[in-house]
């Protein structure tokens, strides 16, 4: 879909009341996507591959351990690869909306099983279907509650979702809250969504804009901070957080989409920011509290 009927649609959606503009951006959802749950899967699969082996060569072992991810998504797909994988005790998922629906997780338990190897029971009074040691909090938001006591931190590709304010306050309470050595991972995917469903548009085309330009495009659906690299660096070592590991990837030369984004014109904002901090994506950071 052309990204200025995406945003006509999200605009239109944010007029009805609570709860049934929700219910028309699943369906919407729903309709236009067309990948199936073993497609989704394999995405996350890849996630957890990038994190296996670089926390194989930093010696991290997570059996036994109690994670908090935040940003669940649609269906507890990290969690299972935490728990069935790497062996850990307990998983609490944490969502500020609340998408998990038990046929989808039935459908999952049965095809991770089978694709990993392992045997997926779901616990009789669980009303989403998750096993024990995968517990579900939907409409929760971990900037302004209480945090669980664990020993990792994780989330994937939820930072760029997130206000700018609420970043650095959600990383100011990790460092305060949590014991010292406690891990924070982040996958960080910090490019303009609208580009997602339309190519005509740069990975960084939303830089072109004022902020307060840039707050009159976007809706609840498809919002997305603008933070880039150094901004994110920034805030993790004001709290004082240990970098141990950090991987990313920028955009190259001579490659159609370096040459889209070199037809952006920069708002002032990011000038001061070179082409590989600009462009600078799929961030992989492993921070120690």
Not at 60 to 85: A, C, H, N, Q, R
Not at 114 to 143: H, T
Not at 173 to 185: D, E, Q, R, S
């Amino acid at each position: 879909m052309n990204h200025k009927l995406k945003t006509i649609l999200f605009k239109s959606l944010t007029l009805l009341p609570n709860k049934v503009d929700d219910y028309c951006y699943h369906k919407i959802q729903s309709f236009f996507d067309k990948s199936t749950l073993e497609d989704r899967l394999k995405s996350v699969e890849s996630t957890y591959s990038r994190l296996s082996k670089v926390l194989t060569g930093l010696d991290i072992d997570l059996k036994d351990k109690v994670v908090f991810e935040f940003g669940s998504g649609w269906f507890p797909s990290m969690p299972y690869f935490f728990k069935y994988k790497f062996g850990a005790k307990k998983v609490l998922t944490f969502d500020i909306n609340e998408h998990f629906k038990k046929e989808t997780v039935l459908k999952l338990n049965t095809l991770f099983s089978k694709r990993y190897d392992c045997e997926i029971v779901p616990s009789p009074d669980n009303k989403y279907s998750l096993p024990e040691g995968v517990e579900y909090f939907p409409n929760y938001n971990i900037v302004k509650k209480d945090f669980p006591d664990v020993d990792v931190v994780f989330s994937r590709y939820v930072l760029s979702h997130m206000n700018e304010n609420d970043v650095d306050a959600l990383h100011k309470k990790i460092k305060t809250v949590l014991k010292k050595g406690t891990y924070v991972i982040h996958f960080i995917s910090p490019s303009d969504l609208r580009q997602h469903n339309d190519s005509s548009l740069s990975l960084q085309d939303f830089l072109k804009y004022s902020k307060k330009e840039w707050d009159k495009i976007h809706t609840k659906y498809d919002y997305h901070n603008r933070l880039r690299l150094p901004q994110f660096l920034e805030i993790f070592k004001k709290y004082d957080y240990e970098i141990v590991h950090l991987d990313y990837e920028s955009l190259k030369e001579d490659t159609k989409r370096y040459e889209l984004f070199k037809k952006v014109q920069l708002h002032e904002d990011y000038k001061k920011y070179s082409d590989e901090e600009l462009t600078a994506g799929n961030i992989f950071v492993v921070l120690k509290v």
